[in-house]
């Protein structure tokens, strides 16, 4: 008897037990957790989602929305002082005849007593970054270019008279400079170390003098972003959806640490003056190197290769039949430049520089002008669907020269073009040299693509690897190209360029 009552007893004690230890695990209380995900594809199969960490809620890891606030707050406080608004005037002249068309200056001033020419002062409003202790201040060229008279306001209103140091057009830095004491220069950062879906603060002075030292927050919502503004400038922009907004040019973007990233510079527009939320800002990395070389040598100094050059696009390269749609196509070399020097030929894909694979032409464009001048570079080029190694030493890029490429014109649909062989009465009334080699363009269908690309008097000089002298080497060209595409290299005055046309079935 009482075996079964020590049994029931102990039988009893351990339900109890495990009954306590089952509700701690349901419905004891523990931290909230959140799942981070990331997807794992190493062996080749397809991605799945999965628990990556866990980190309860209350981990001290985890900023609180607090902790960054007070960063912001920080940032603002200590980078807002770097800072400067600028201001820039300049004397426009006008006379009667322009602010009244068809009427003459003297009539005006016998009958109206309207002197025949005026004067209007033209003001316009940016921003720039305080670099030095010694005055030296970063901007865009934009800001200051036409002013006759710049002015800079601190954020304390002290203001001061300010002298162009430098200015870059290719890049659109300039460098001025006031007599000032007690500055407060940014700390420069690392533009390349950049990450999108980083925070970023943009810092300047939107619309008006009155909103000065003007501070917004965003992310990076993209890097080196081309073919944002004309041609003849290099652009790799860092693109944020922090507010800019005409005025902000030549401002601060800086990153979550405070340093300087980038000099806001463009803004993308539907046709009103507001911010869209894409912005665009010149990494600090290029600035570094246009502050140092127009400090240093009153100019910027690029390596030069000494080609024109143009994107590879999906057309393109089925008409080459290559698989590379990254690099960029040789459109023509510079007679004794570095490019013919080295062995270049038109028509070559450069596909990589000094070990970095080659995206676009503004990419490339960077890579070169950044390089080592008269030291020997390595290039990956594709030719003839082969890929070879070249050397080539970089010369200093000729300031007439600096920045000029090449883009493609719009591909075609079908051909829409006569030819003819190129006469002596054609290269005069084209203005073309007699020396020249290829067939002249004489009539392009207005409704056609081909009319998009091409006008009369260009010289096609190539088709595919065939080099075209005559209608002969033209038709004969023609009838060999296989494939959908075919690759044209024309000659328009003092450039050449290829252009893309698809063969109608």
Wanted: glycine letters at 10%; aromatic letters at 4%.
């Amino acid at each position: 008897m009482n075996r079964k009552r020590l049994a029931l007893i102990s039988g009893s004690v351990l339900l109890l037990i495990l009954g306590i230890v089952i509700g701690v695990m349901f419905f004891g209380n523990s931290p909230e957790k959140i799942v981070l995900y990331e997807s794992n594809n190493r062996d080749g199969a397809s991605a799945v989602i999965r628990p990556a960490a866990y980190l309860s809620a209350d981990d001290e890891r985890l900023p609180s929305v607090v902790d960054l606030n007070e960063a912001f707050v920080h940032i603002a406080e200590h980078v807002n002082p770097s800072v400067v608004t600028i201001t820039t005037t300049k004397v426009v002249k006008l006379r009667s005849s322009q602010r009244f068309p068809g009427f003459d200056d003297e009539l005006f001033y016998r009958f109206f007593g309207i002197p025949p020419e005026t004067e209007r002062r033209s003001t316009a409003l940016g921003s720039g970054v305080i670099v030095d202790k010694k005055g030296y201040i970063l901007t865009n060229n934009h800001v200051v270019e036409q002013g006759e008279e710049i002015m800079v306001r601190l954020i304390d209103n002290r203001e001061f008279k300010a002298e162009i140091i430098g200015t870059d057009p290719k890049s659109d830095l300039a460098v001025i400079k006031i007599k000032a004491d007690d500055l407060h220069p940014i700390v420069l950062g690392d533009s390349d170390e950049l990450r999108v879906g980083e925070w970023v603060l943009a810092i300047g002075s939107p619309f008006s003098e009155n909103l000065d030292h003007t501070v917004t927050a965003g992310i990076v919502s993209a890097k080196g972003r081309s073919d944002i503004l004309r041609n003849d400038i290099y652009q790799s922009f860092i693109q944020t959806d922090a507010a800019i907004n005409p005025g902000n040019s030549g401002g601060a973007l800086v990153n979550i640490r405070g340093e300087l990233v980038g000099i806001n510079t463009a803004i993308v527009s539907s046709g009103t003056a507001g911010n869209l939320g894409i912005g665009f800002a010149i990494p600090v990395n290029m600035a570094k190197k246009v502050l140092h070389d127009l400090l240093e040598h009153g100019k910027v100094i690029r390596a030069w290769l000494g080609v024109t050059i143009q994107n590879i696009d999906d057309r393109t390269a089925k008409a080459m039949k290559i698989d590379n749609r990254d690099g960029v196509l040789i459109g023509s070399i510079v007679k004794g430049g570095p490019a013919e020097r080295a062995g270049l030929e038109i028509g070559d894909v450069i596909i990589e520089f000094n070990g970095t694979r080659v995206k676009n032409v503004s990419h490339l464009q960077l890579l070169v002008s950044n390089s080592e001048i008269g030291k020997e570079h390595e290039l990956i080029i594709i030719r003839g669907k082969k890929t070879r190694t070249i050397k080539v030493k970089l010369g200093e890029m000729p300031d007439d020269l600096a920045g000029r490429s090449i883009q493609s014109p719009e591909s075609t649909s079908r051909l829409g073009l006569s030819v003819e062989e190129l006469t002596p009465s054609l290269a005069r009334q084209y203005g073309i040299d007699a020396d020249e080699e290829g067939v002249v363009v004489t009539a392009v269908e207005r409704d056609s693509e081909a009319g998009r690309a091409l006008r009369p008097g260009d010289l096609i000089q190539r088709i595919g690897d065939r080099k075209i002298r005559n209608m002969k080497d033209y038709n004969s060209a023609l009838k060999e190209s296989a494939g959908e595409y075919i690759l044209v290299l024309v000659k328009r005055k003092d450039n050449t360029f290829f252009v893309t046309l698809k063969i109608e079935e």
